[in-house]
C-alpha cells in the first residue's frame, strides 16, 4: 500500500516540476514594430496602403466542392463524381475490355518487381528489394528567411 501511496506522490511531484519548467520556458517572442509611414514624396500615403483587396475567405468544403463540380452549376451530379475514379480506372483497364484482371490491377507492382530482379531469378535479395524503395520527394525550404526580410525592411524604415 505505502508503494502505490510513494509512487502517486512522485508522480504528482514529477507533473507539477514539469509545469513549473513548461511555464519558465514559455515566454513569447517579442514582435518587430511597424515601420513608419514615410511622409516623403516617393513614398505612398498610408490610406493607400490600408485599402489592399482581400481575396473572399472560401472554407475548405466550398473549396472542395468546387473542385467537384466540373459544369460550373452549383450541382455535383453523380457523373461529375467518379470522372476522377473511371480516368484511373482506364489507365488500368489495359485491354480496354471494361474489366479489371488482378494483372492489370497489379501491373504497377509487376513492372517495379521485373525491373528489381536484375538476375531475374523470380526473387529479390536485399539488395534488388531496396532498389524498389520509394523516391521520396525533397524537403522544400522557405524561399526566404521572413524573420531576416522583416528586420531589415524595418531598419532601412528607421533610417
Known sequence: MWRYLAGGVAALLMA???????QSKATPEPLPSAPAARTSQG?????ELAEVPEAPDRTREEKRFDRSDKDKNSLISLAELQQPRRKAFA?????GDGRLSFEEWAVRTSDKFAAADK????????????????????????RCDCRAEVAKALAEAEE
Open 16 to 22: 507539477g516540476a514539469g509545469v513549473f519548467l513548461f
Open 43 to 47: 513614398a505612398a500615403p498610408a490610406q
Open 91 to 95: 489507365k488500368l483497364d489495359k485491354n
Open 119 to 142: 538476375d531475374k531469378s523470380g526473387t529479390l535479395t536485399r539488395a534488388e528489394f531496396a532498389t524498389t524503395a520509394p523516391k521520396r520527394k525533397a524537403r522544400t525550404t522557405p
